[in-house]
């Protein structure tokens, strides 16, 4: 029994010894790098993404809150004119001198003399110029409002916003920095009184582009990228789906279908860029459609989009089992029947998923839509796809180029609007699959 | 009317033909004897077809040739040898005449008299201004009575149109509905209409392919009839001198090379920074990866592709540029103590590094569908004879994989030169000719938006050069697709 234990032992270190060293160990060391490489490259990818998205949240998520003054503003007849002439002469109560008002009320509110000009400067640099429009709502809504003393919230400039949203260094020297000592002073004095707050900012999603950072908003843009999706919507879906089941169900194998194919896979891979192009080109030079108009951008994204939603509703028909087809046949329908009456609703869930897709991709589209001109300043909302519009990621792009601490704030908080949008129209595609999803 | 009553009239009448072919049928149905061929449905949505689509054919030919015809009397009307005295161009006073027109319909009801045929130009151009139609100040006197006329050509078009469409939308439902009987063969005929739409639906893809193309190269002729195609193609130099209308001889310099090369160099960047995380990332996901760090890790990668490009381009442009630029500076005041950025925050690198980035998800997920798709047989004959699983996925996979992965490549460069959003916000607009990547290149893509955002005046090369330049862009990326394409057919036939 010893013997045997013995001989073994001795015969495994006997054929260790002389076994050939093939550099296992070598090749050990090697594919363990190999798959650490491996690791290395998904663990840097993802964390590019988490970089790429904690850089826009945290330049962007002030961009939500708006600094605003509490002011009481008398609407004093001298300016405004008593209600009677108002209400006669609607101009003049839409020329008023607005700011006037504000800056009125604030020195009060601080107690500062009107006759010390620097004071009354340093102060109205604390109030956003866009009160004008915010002053002039309250009184044409209501003109008993003129004589009376009312608490209004008005938009602190975007000085001040910065200011307190510590994105400005305030222990470099005054020359060097957009607020004053004097200012500072006035911030805290105000912040002493709960006269300042931060709020909730609502205008970031109703206003439109505006060169003052506190008023400007992404309102309009979203309108213009809406009209956009609806037009999108509304032609590439339809056109997608009918050429799907054209070369899916019907087509014959010849030259022209090899063609349209051949043609569909090519135009999935055309630069954006072109598709602009193509727009200004055909749809505004040869048509005369309207410059900036949601419309055209309608029809370039519509291009865009086709070949993907060709292409996801091509692989969702054909994920239908061809039984279903045998037996519609079978019980008599034509094969127009078949296809429109069976074959279709069981391919929709897949086909509204890569039309999802599809339209977050237009969604998030900028090149071609700056070539047709929707880079324009556009404060107010469009009320037909013919009017001058924006979109969501021109607005970005807009905002992107302006030097100003404040837009830059905003350009994130947009980005962040936009990116919210996407993932709820990518994660609703996921759900329409999961839920609806069949295999046979 | 509008076009748009004039739709919802045709319409509303198939509607009501398609619900009185409805009745019909089921009546036929009902009246017993020999059964009719088709059901009731298919007799309404026969006569909605007779009804609406001749109507629909016939209006949109005579919305397209009515401002043409329109157009072809005018000019044909032009005195003899005015255009040239007011040193206009036939397009030009065409489109006078078409402002005055707009400017004549924009005048209230109540002094829409006050402009005749006599009244001189100089008057007229006031009153236009004052209803916000502002008229070019080369207009002159004999262009009014011809803005008349046209004006009152378009009237009588369209009460012309607004007839015949109704009437032939009233006709054929009444020649649809009259058909109807038991022998009809109305499911045939609506189902062969249904066929020719999506025929017609399909072609829309050559057709746009037909429609960039020849977008293209009319308007790179008309460039190429300015500017010589070798000064384009091979100049050096790229300074096109903004000219204004008219001053035909201030022409720029429209060199391409500067331009490709920043392109090339950009993508050549991008793919230094997407080809290794993407194939390594695409590799272990294939073969290493169990399905649960799978699941995750996919569409994590994934979600980078979901992100637009401009998000790319301001991450650039405020995150990584001005990090490329103080690390730089930090660097330098430690090799030398001058605390100088050697790496501009608009640079090669910058656009390059955020586009590879933005690449890493096309290389991984094509690369995996590539590798995933290899017979199992292959490995299993490579592990079975002592290799490890590198030494497999190095010796057997790779290589098998080798044309599919070279054709995913060639796509991800394609993208990589056709991207814009990136790089117009980070990689600058000097046409700068250099190999130093720490320095500002521009690219094709960022001409095309710099030259075609703004006023565009279609007659100068400043403006036709973007036709030009995406041409070029067309074509190189065509090429690598229609080759990737092929290489992906013949590499699935492989191993089907």
Same mark, same amino acid.
């Given at each position: 029994?010893?013997?045997?234990?013995?001989?073994?032992?001795?015969?495994?270190?006997?054929?260790?010894?002389?076994?050939?060293?093939?550099?296992?160990?070598?090749?050990?060391?090697?594919?363990?790098?190999?798959?650490?490489?491996?690791?290395?490259?998904?663990?840097?990818?993802?964390?590019?993404?988490?970089?790429?998205?904690?850089?826009?949240?945290?330049?962007?998520?002030?961009?939500?809150?708006?600094?605003?003054?509490?002011?009481?503003?008398?609407?004093?007849?001298?300016?405004?004119?008593?209600?009677?002439?108002?209400?006669?002469?609607?101009?003049?109560?839409?020329?008023?001198?607005?700011?006037?008002?504000?800056?009125?009320?604030?020195?009060?509110?601080?107690?500062?003399?009107?006759?010390?000009?620097?004071?009354?400067?340093?102060?109205?640099?604390?109030?956003?110029?866009?009160?004008?429009?915010?002053?002039?709502?309250?009184?044409?809504?209501?003109?008993?409002?003129?004589?009376?003393?009312?608490?209004?919230?008005?938009?602190?400039?975007?000085?001040?916003?910065?200011?307190?949203?510590?994105?400005?260094?305030?222990?470099?020297?005054?020359?060097?920095?957009?607020?004053?000592?004097?200012?500072?002073?006035?911030?805290?004095?105000?912040?002493?009184?709960?006269?300042?707050?931060?709020?909730?900012?609502?205008?970031?999603?109703?206003?439109?582009?505006?060169?003052?950072?506190?008023?400007?908003?992404?309102?309009?843009?979203?309108?213009?990228?809406?009209?956009?999706?609806?037009?999108?919507?509304?032609?590439?879906?339809?056109?997608?789906?009918?050429?799907?089941?054209?070369?899916?169900?019907?087509?014959?194998?010849?030259?022209?279908?090899?063609?349209?194919?051949?043609?569909?896979?090519?135009?999935?891979?055309?630069?954006?860029?072109?598709?602009?192009?193509?727009?200004?080109?055909?749809?505004?030079?040869?048509?005369?459609?309207?410059?900036?108009?949601?419309?055209?951008?309608?029809?370039?994204?519509?291009?865009?989009?086709?070949?993907?939603?060709?292409?996801?509703?091509?692989?969702?028909?054909?994920?239908?089992?061809?039984?279903?087809?045998?037996?519609?046949?079978?019980?008599?329908?034509?094969?127009?029947?078949?296809?429109?009456?069976?074959?279709?609703?069981?391919?929709?869930?897949?086909?509204?998923?890569?039309?999802?897709?599809?339209?977050?991709?237009?969604?998030?589209?900028?090149?071609?839509?700056?070539?047709?001109?929707?880079?324009?300043?556009?404060?107010?909302?469009?009320?037909?796809?013919?009017?001058?519009?924006?979109?969501?990621?021109?607005?970005?792009?807009?905002?992107?180029?302006?030097?100003?601490?404040?837009?830059?704030?905003?350009?994130?908080?947009?980005?962040?609007?936009?990116?919210?949008?996407?993932?709820?129209?990518?994660?609703?595609?996921?759900?329409?699959?999961?839920?609806?999803?069949?295999?046979? | 009317?509008?076009?748009?009553?004039?739709?919802?009239?045709?319409?509303?009448?198939?509607?009501?033909?398609?619900?009185?072919?409805?009745?019909?049928?089921?009546?036929?149905?009902?009246?017993?004897?020999?059964?009719?061929?088709?059901?009731?449905?298919?007799?309404?949505?026969?006569?909605?077809? /007779?009804?609406?689509?001749?109507?629909?054919?016939?209006?949109?030919? /005579?919305?397209?040739?009515?401002?043409?015809?329109?157009?072809?009397?005018?000019?044909?009307?032009?005195?003899?040898?005015?255009?040239?005295?007011?040193?206009?161009?036939?397009?030009?006073?065409?489109?006078?005449?078409?402002?005055?027109?707009?400017?004549?319909?924009?005048?209230?009801?109540?002094?829409?008299?006050?402009?005749?045929?006599?009244?001189?130009?100089?008057?007229?151009?006031?009153?236009?201004?004052?209803?916000?139609?502002?008229?070019?100040?080369?207009?002159?006197? /004999?262009?009014?009575?011809?803005?008349?006329?046209?004006?009152?050509? +378009?009237?009588?078009?369209? /009460?012309?149109?607004?007839?015949?469409?109704?009437?032939?939308?009233?006709?054929?439902?009444?020649?649809?509905?009259?058909?109807?009987?038991?022998?009809?063969?109305?499911?045939?005929?609506?189902?062969?209409?249904?066929?020719?739409?999506?025929?017609?639906?399909?072609?829309?893809?050559? %057709?746009?392919?037909?429609?960039?193309?020849?977008?293209?190269?009319?308007?790179?002729?008309?460039?190429?009839?300015?500017?010589?195609?070798?000064?384009?193609?091979?100049?050096?130099?790229?300074?096109?001198?903004?000219?204004?209308?008219?001053?035909?001889?201030?022409?720029?310099?429209?060199?391409?090379?500067?331009?490709?090369?920043?392109?090339?160099?950009?993508?050549?960047?991008?793919?230094?920074?997407?080809?290794?995380?993407?194939?390594?990332?695409?590799?272990?996901?294939?073969?290493?990866?169990?399905?649960?760090?799978?699941?995750?890790?996919?569409?994590?990668?994934?979600?980078?592709?979901?992100?637009?490009?401009?998000?790319?381009?301001?991450?650039?442009?405020?995150?990584?540029?001005?990090?490329?630029?103080?690390?730089?500076? +930090?660097?330098?005041?430690?090799?030398?103590?001058?605390?100088?950025?050697?790496?501009?925050?608009?640079?090669?690198?910058?656009?390059?590094?955020?586009?590879?980035?933005?690449?890493?998800?096309?290389?991984?997920?094509?690369?995996?569908?590539?590798?995933?798709?290899?017979?199992?047989?292959?490995?299993?004959?490579?592990?079975?004879?002592?290799?490890?699983?590198?030494?497999?996925?190095?010796?057997?996979?790779?290589?098998?994989?080798?044309?599919?992965?070279?054709?995913?490549?060639? %796509?991800?460069?394609?993208?990589?030169?056709?991207?814009?959003?990136?790089?117009?916000?980070?990689?600058?607009?000097?046409?700068?000719?250099?190999?130093?990547?720490?320095?500002?290149?521009?690219?094709?893509?960022?001409?095309?938006?710099? +030259?075609?955002?703004?006023?565009?005046?279609?007659?100068?090369?400043?403006?036709?050069?973007?036709?030009?330049?995406?041409?070029?862009?067309?074509?190189?990326?065509?090429?690598?697709?229609?080759?990737?394409?092929?290489?992906?057919?013949?590499?699935?036939? +492989?191993?089907?």
């Amino acid at each position: 029994m010893t013997d045997t234990t013995a001989t073994g032992a001795e015969g495994r270190t006997h054929s260790s010894t002389n076994r050939r060293d093939i550099g296992i160990k070598k090749r050990y060391a090697a594919e363990r790098r190999f798959k650490a490489y491996g690791i290395f490259a998904i663990v840097l990818g993802v964390t590019f993404l988490c970089i790429l998205l904690w850089s826009v949240v945290s330049k962007g998520y002030t961009a939500f809150f708006q600094t605003e003054i509490q002011v009481p503003i008398t609407f004093s007849e001298e300016i405004l004119g008593t209600p009677q002439d108002a209400a006669e002469n609607e101009t003049k109560l839409l020329m008023a001198n607005y700011p006037q008002l504000a800056r009125d009320g604030l020195i009060r509110l601080l107690g500062i003399d009107p006759e010390d000009r620097q004071a009354v400067t340093a102060a109205n640099g604390l109030i956003s110029q866009g009160v004008r429009t915010e002053l002039r709502d309250i009184v044409m809504s209501d003109l008993s409002a003129i004589g009376t003393t009312q608490e209004v919230w008005l938009y602190a400039s975007s000085q001040l916003d910065s200011a307190l949203k510590g994105q400005y260094d305030l222990n470099v020297p005054e020359n060097r920095r957009p607020i004053s000592d004097l200012q500072l002073r006035y911030i805290e004095e105000l912040e002493a009184k709960g006269a300042i707050a931060q709020n909730f900012n609502w205008g970031l999603f109703t206003s439109g582009a505006s060169s003052r950072a506190e008023t400007a908003g992404v309102g309009v843009a979203i309108i213009g990228s809406a009209y956009m999706m609806l037009i999108v919507l509304a032609l590439a879906l339809p056109i997608g789906v009918a050429a799907s089941i054209y070369l899916e169900e019907f087509a014959p194998k010849n030259r022209f279908t090899d063609l349209i194919e051949v043609n569909i896979n090519n135009l999935a891979a055309v630069p954006s860029i072109v598709f602009g192009i193509l727009g200004l080109a055909v749809f505004i030079n040869w048509f005369g459609l309207p410059r900036s108009a949601a419309l055209v951008g309608g029809l370039v994204l519509t291009l865009m989009t086709l070949p993907t939603i060709i292409i996801a509703t091509r692989a969702a028909l054909r994920a239908v089992p061809p039984s279903i087809r045998w037996a519609a046949l079978g019980l008599g329908a034509s094969r127009t029947q078949t296809v429109f009456q069976h074959v279709l609703p069981l391919a929709a869930p897949g086909i509204l998923t890569g039309t999802i897709i599809g339209l977050a991709q237009a969604l998030g589209e900028t090149a071609p839509l700056l070539l047709i001109g929707m880079v324009a300043f556009v404060a107010d909302y469009p009320d037909t796809p013919l009017d001058p519009a924006t979109a969501l990621p021109v607005q970005i792009y807009m905002w992107a180029n302006e030097a100003e601490r404040a837009f830059q704030e905003r350009t994130s908080g947009a980005i962040m609007i936009l990116l919210g949008f996407l993932a709820l129209m990518n994660l609703t595609a996921i759900f329409l699959r999961r839920r609806f999803e069949r295999r046979w | 009317m509008s076009t748009f009553t004039i739709i919802a009239i045709v319409l509303l009448i198939g509607a009501i033909g398609a619900t009185l072919g409805f009745r019909r049928g089921s009546a036929l149905r009902a009246e017993g004897g020999r059964k009719p061929h088709s059901r009731p449905v298919y007799h309404a949505s026969y006569v909605f077809t /007779w009804g609406v689509i001749p109507a629909l054919l016939v209006l949109s030919v /005579w919305l397209i040739a009515s401002p043409i015809l329109n157009e072809l009397n005018v000019r044909g009307d032009f005195p003899e040898g005015a255009v040239a005295e007011a040193n206009l161009t036939d397009d030009l006073a065409y489109g006078i005449v078409e402002s005055i027109g707009s400017g004549l319909r924009a005048l209230p009801e109540s002094e829409r008299e006050t402009v005749t045929a006599e009244t001189p130009i100089a008057e007229a151009v006031p009153l236009f201004r004052q209803y916000g139609v502002p008229v070019a100040s080369a207009s002159a006197d /004999w262009m009014i009575p011809l803005a008349i006329e046209r004006n009152a050509f +378009q009237d009588i078009s369209r /009460w012309a149109m607004t007839l015949v469409v109704i009437a032939l939308a009233a006709i054929g439902t009444f020649h649809g509905y009259r058909g109807i009987r038991t022998r009809l063969r109305a499911r045939n005929k609506v189902e062969s209409v249904v066929n020719s739409m999506l025929v017609i639906a399909s072609s829309i893809a050559i %057709l746009t392919t037909v429609g960039i193309v020849i977008s293209l190269v009319s308007e790179s002729a008309d460039f190429f009839a300015r500017v010589d195609p070798w000064t384009f193609f091979f100049g050096t130099v790229w300074e096109p001198r903004f000219a204004a209308a008219g001053s035909g001889g201030a022409e720029g310099q429209f060199g391409l090379i500067p331009l490709l090369a920043g392109t090339l160099y950009i993508g050549f960047v991008a793919m230094l920074v997407a080809v290794p995380i993407g194939l390594f990332a695409a590799i272990y996901m294939a073969e290493y990866a169990s399905n649960r760090v799978r699941s995750v890790a996919k569409p994590l990668l994934e979600v980078l592709a979901g992100i637009p490009t401009i998000v790319y381009g301001f991450f650039a442009l405020v995150t990584v540029g001005p990090f490329f630029r103080d690390l730089s500076a +930090q660097i330098s005041g430690l090799l030398t103590g001058d605390y100088s950025a050697f790496i501009q925050a608009q640079s090669v690198l910058t656009a390059g590094f955020v586009m590879g980035i933005m690449l890493i998800p096309f290389v991984s997920s094509l690369s995996d569908d590539i590798i995933t798709s290899v017979p199992g047989s292959l490995r299993d004959g490579s592990l079975g004879l002592g290799a490890t699983r590198s030494e497999t996925i190095k010796k057997v996979v790779l290589p098998a994989a080798l044309p599919g992965i070279v054709s995913a490549l060639l %796509l991800t460069a394609s993208r990589a030169i056709g991207e814009t959003m990136i790089v117009v916000l980070a990689a600058g607009v000097a046409a700068n000719l250099t190999i130093n990547p720490f320095e500002a290149m521009t690219t094709i893509t960022v001409k095309i938006v710099q +030259q075609l955002t703004g006023d565009l005046e279609f007659t100068s090369p400043q403006t036709l050069v973007a036709f030009a330049l995406g041409i070029t862009l067309f074509v190189i990326t065509l090429c690598l697709n229609v080759y990737a394409l092929y290489i992906v057919r013949k590499y699935k036939e +492989q191993y089907e």
